[in-house]
């Protein structure tokens, strides 16, 4: 096995067909269990093993902490795993789409309070599952989300830098728009896992919402990010977006990790809201989000079905980069940043 195509190729008892996608990480195809008569569909997850232990390790832990909650609701079950040869494979179901294509592609979201609400819901339902069980996802995006062609029935998946340590030194790791400021860059304090999780999900809600993106990152740098600490009103107003739902993503965008809100507090406030939005203009359109807010997707990339396989570009995050004192002094000072002891 030297390529990512396992097309038409039988591997221990699942025969695979098509590629749903492919990353530097690995790919993912679709297979039938040849062992079944009537098989089910699944999507099956197959990732080269690490040279080196310590990233095997970490491999095979998303293996360990997946399966540690695969019976809670709304998390992607892992039917199997097993390993061959120099890979890793992982059978799930297979999903209709993710929440990426889902909110960006196909924007089914977009002014429907009520699909909105249902489908958050369970996005918390199932982190706040997995949090009691002890395990903290470290990557919510919408490409990590999968759910049905209604935009419900709910899945996390990706387990890939999940994590049983609540206190947390290796910063640097995520998606970095979905990523908490206390987690950009590596550093030697450490940081609340839950509590980061708690933050993306701020931004996965406000993708539901606005089909955008806030910010490229959560840093002095990124002048959305600053105009938003300056001024949260100011920043939500080319969004249209309603009041309560303005106070509600400045409470979970808190740069204050211990003063943001909890879970539970944010599924009541969801399903008390009346609505996400403005009321409409009668006059003409309703206002979209100006081109420096708007989600940047890449026009080429592939919303594969199950959203497991993410190019892996090395990331420089050892070192903070460079930014004005100013901008330092600006975003600080605005801020009480709780910061922890170093984990011996």
């Known amino acids: 096995m030297d390529s990512w195509?396992?097309?038409?190729?039988?591997?221990?008892?699942?025969?695979?067909?098509?590629?749903?996608?492919?990353?530097?990480?690995?790919s993912v195809h679709k297979a039938v269990d040849i062992t079944m008569e009537y098989s089910p569909t699944y999507?099956?997850?197959?990732?080269?093993?690490?040279s080196d232990s310590t990233r095997l390790s970490r491999q095979r832990?998303?293996?360990?902490?997946?399966?540690?909650?695969?019976?809670?609701?709304?998390?992607?079950?892992l039917c199997d795993s097993f390993e061959v040869d120099d890979y890793i494979f992982?059978?799930?179901?297979?999903?209709?789409?993710?929440?990426f294509r889902a909110i960006f592609k196909q924007r089914i979201y977009w002014r429907n309070d009520a699909l909105i609400s249902k489908a958050f819901a369970e996005v918390l339902d199932g982190v706040?599952?997995?949090?009691?069980?002890?395990?903290?996802?470290?990557?919510?995006k919408p490409e990590n989300i999968m759910c049905n062609a209604k935009g419900t029935g709910i899945k996390i998946g990706d387990f890939g830098l999940s994590t049983t340590r609540r206190r947390c030194g290796d910063g640097g790791c995520g998606?970095?728009?979905?990523?908490?400021?206390?987690?950009?860059?590596?550093?030697?304090?450490?940081?609340?896992?839950?509590?980061?999780?708690?933050?993306?999900?701020?931004?996965?809600?406000?993708?539901?919402v606005t089909c955008a993106c806030p910010w490229e990152e959560a840093h002095p740098r990124d002048r959305n990010f600053t105009a938003f600490i300056s001024n949260p009103d100011q920043f939500f107003q080319p969004y249209r977006i309603s009041e309560p739902l303005s106070v509600l993503l400045h409470r979970i965008w808190n740069p204050t990790p211990a003063k943001r809100m909890s879970i539970p507090a944010i599924r009541q406030a969801i399903q008390e809201m009346d609505t996400f939005y403005q009321p409409r203009r009668s006059s003409h359109a309703p206002s979209r989000p100006s081109k420096e807010q708007e989600v940047l997707v890449d026009s080429e990339q592939t919303c594969v079905n199950v959203a497991l396989v993410a190019d892996e570009k090395d990331r420089d995050r050892d070192k903070v980069p460079r930014v004005s004192i100013d901008a330092l002094e600006v975003m600080f000072s605005r801020l009480e940043v709780t910061l922890y002891d170093l984990v011996q």
């Open 5 to 26: 195509d396992f097309s038409g190729e039988l591997v221990s008892h699942y025969l695979f067909s098509s590629v749903l996608g492919a990353g530097a990480s690995g």
């Open 43 to 50: 999507a099956i997850k197959c990732v080269r093993k690490k």
């Open 90 to 99: 992982l059978v799930f179901p297979f999903c209709e789409k993710d929440m």
């Open 128 to 140: 706040l599952s997995c949090h009691k069980k002890g395990i903290f996802h470290r990557d919510l």
């Open 175 to 208: 998606t970095v728009p979905y990523t908490s400021p206390e987690c950009l860059y590596k550093t030697k304090f450490c940081y609340d896992a839950a509590l980061a999780d708690i933050w993306s999900l701020g931004i996965i809600l406000f993708n539901m």
């Open 61 to 77: 832990t998303e293996v360990v902490n997946h399966d540690s909650v695969t019976l809670c609701p709304n998390v992607l079950t």
